[in-house]
C-alpha cells in the first residue's frame, strides 16, 4: 500500500514536494492545503490535485472564487498518514497540536526549530535516525548543501575544522516585497550564524563556524568552503570524493558555467521543471588544496535541494525502506537527480 501524504502549505517549497511524491510509485498525494485562493491553487487544481482550505473560515474565500475544495486541513488529515509542513518559517510549530490530535506523522522544515521534531534530516548523513519516528524536520537549504559536502569530504578525509562564508539569496524570485535590493548585509553581523550550530544538529562532531551575507539576488546561494583536513588530499582527490554522490553536481567554470544565473540555464538546457537543480553544484577550478588545508565553492538553488530530502524523509519515518541507499536510489531516479 502507498503511503498516504499529506502537503500543509502549498507554496514554494509545498508545490515541489506534492510534484516529488507524485512521482514515487510508493506513496499516494492525498491532497495540499492553501490558506487563500490563489493562481497556485488553481494551477493543482487543474492538475488533478485535492485542494483543501487551511481552516473552515476560509472556505468561504474558495468558493467566492470558485476555485473547488475538498474541505479542510483537519478533514484531509483524517484521510494520510504522514503530512508534509510546508508552511512559512515558524508557522510549523503551531500545527504540531493538530498533526498529534490526528495521529498523523510529520516533516517540518527548516524554518523551524530543531526542537519540534528532536530530529534534523539529511538523507545521507542520517537517514537511519528518522527509521520509524513520528517527527523529523529537514534542514534548510543551506544546512543540506553544507551537510551534503562536509559529509562527503569528512568520510574521505576526516574534517578537523570547517570555516564557511554564506553569500544568500536576498529572497526567492517571486517575493517581490523581500531585500535587500541595494546592499550585501551581513545576516546576521554577528559571527557564527545560525548555520553551522544546524549543520552540527546533523553531523555533531564537525567543527564549524559560519558567517552569512544576504545580497540582492534571487537565484541561489553560495557558500565558501575553508577546510582544515585529518588527511592531505589533492583537488583531483577531494573532487573523486565528491563526485561519488549524484547529490552533487560538479561543474566547470571554463565550460561557462561561472556564475549563478549560468547554472540556471544550465539547469533550464538539462530540460529541469522550473529550473529546479535538486543537487548541490560545485565549482571544479574552486577547488584548491594546500595539502591538509583545501577550499572549495558552491551553490544552492534554494527552492529544490531539500526536495528530494523530504521524500527520503518519508520513506525513512513511514519504513517504506530502512536503507538510506534504496531510498535515495528511488528518490534520485524518479527526480532526475544525477543526469
Ligand atoms: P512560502 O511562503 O513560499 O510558502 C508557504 C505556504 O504556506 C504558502 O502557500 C502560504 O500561503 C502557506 N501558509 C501561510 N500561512 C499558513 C498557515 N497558517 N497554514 C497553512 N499554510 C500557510 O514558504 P517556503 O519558502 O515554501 O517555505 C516553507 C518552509 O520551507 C519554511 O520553513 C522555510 O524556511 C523552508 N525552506 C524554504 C526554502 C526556500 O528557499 N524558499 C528553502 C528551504 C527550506
Redesign the pocket.
Known sequence: MPVKVAI???????KRVADAVLKQKDMELVGV????PNF?GRIAVNKGIKLFA?SQDRLKAFEDAGLKVQGT?EDLLKEVDLVVD???????A??KPLYEKYKVKAI?????KHDVAGFSFNAVCNYKGAVGRDFVR?V??NT?GLCRSLYAIDKAFGIKKARVVLVR?GA?PA?DSKGPINSIVPDPVTIPSHHGPDVQKVLPHIDITTMAFAVPETLMHVHVLNLELNNSATESDVLNALSQYPRIRIVSAQEGVDSTSTIIEYARDLGRARYDLPELVVWKESVKSFGKEVYLTQAVH??A??VPENIDAIRAMTKLTESPEESMRLTNESLGIGR
Open positions: 500543509n502549505g502549498y507554496g514554494t517549497i509545498g492545503t492553501k490558506t487563500k497556485e487551511t486541513l510546508c508552511t512559512p518559517g515558524k508557522v510549523g503551531s500545527y517540518f522544515q527548516g524554518g523551524e529537514v534548510s537549504c543540506t539569496r526567492d517575493e534554494q527552492e535541494i531539500v
